[in-house]
């Protein structure tokens, strides 16, 4: 995936754009192209919560169905281990 930075909001938000992309397992291999992909923190009972929406990834595109549960990966494992322990799941 290649992606630029199309906003910043230094310890508050990024959001990524997606320029191109090529996705193996799905017949669209660009489906990701001028998608977008925001990180949102914010700060809930001293606790930091992060907060994703990749716009453009929705039910009706083919890679929904194994792109939403490869995000929550993503976010509740390997995240979350990287904060926790120093170490995620990279690819």
Known sequence: MDFRISEIIP???VTWLVTDCNLQWIEDKKEWKNTEVT???SEKSGKTLI???HKGLT???ECYDSCEPGWTHHLKDSLLKLIDEGKGFPE
């Open 59 to 61: 039910p009706d595109r």
């Open 39 to 41: 990180w949102s923190l």
């Open 51 to 53: 907060d994703f929406v």
């Open 11 to 13: 310890n508050k938000k």
